[in-house]
């Protein structure tokens, strides 16, 4: 009962498949939660998540053997890993790119008037958003000034 070493690390699939594959999974799942998704009230940030299934998932097919070699699950997470990576270097240094990467805040209250429009927009419910108000020390919506919630889904508070 000795490990097969070849069929461990050797490559049963193309890398230029995995490679192929893993950067056309992450880039449909990034516009998808990028343009459907968005954002929730607190959540962790979308590309985090994407991220972390992704790999979880890539990294289990390598290795429980559907894809019957560690080297093939590697090369899909190592290819998952660098388009994650591009994306944020891409958005720190171009920013004609950071409207379209990452969503702009998006104003809640403006002088102490909720903005529906923008909380059905985003699925979010008068309740979310008075517990996010109350967790900021806010009791009454007639004090605050401006609420945005943030790229990262937390609510921001200005009171006035």
Do not use: C
Not at 33 to 59: E, H, K, P, S, Y
């Amino acid at each position: 009962m000795s490990p097969d070493w070849g069929a461990m690390f050797g490559l049963s699939v193309s890398p230029v498949e995995l490679i192929v594959r893993g950067s056309a999974m992450y880039l449909f799942l990034f516009v998808l939660f990028r343009v459907v998704i968005r954002r929730r009230v607190g959540a962790v940030g979308m590309a985090d998540i994407l991220v972390l299934v992704i790999i979880a998932d890539a990294a289990q097919n390598g290795m429980s053997g559907e894809y019957k070699s560690v080297t093939d699950g590697a090369i899909l997470v190592g290819t998952i890993v660098a388009w994650d990576y591009l994306i944020d270097w891409l958005n720190y240094h171009v920013p004609a790119l950071r409207g379209w990467l990452e969503p702009p805040p998006l104003l809640l209250i403006r002088d102490g008037r909720v903005i529906r429009r923008n909380l059905r927009h985003e699925f979010v419910t008068e309740d979310e958003l008075k517990s996010k108000l109350r967790e900021k020390g806010v009791t009454d919506i007639a004090e605050v000034q401006e609420a945005r919630m943030e790229t990262d889904g937390e609510v921001s508070v200005i009171k006035r």
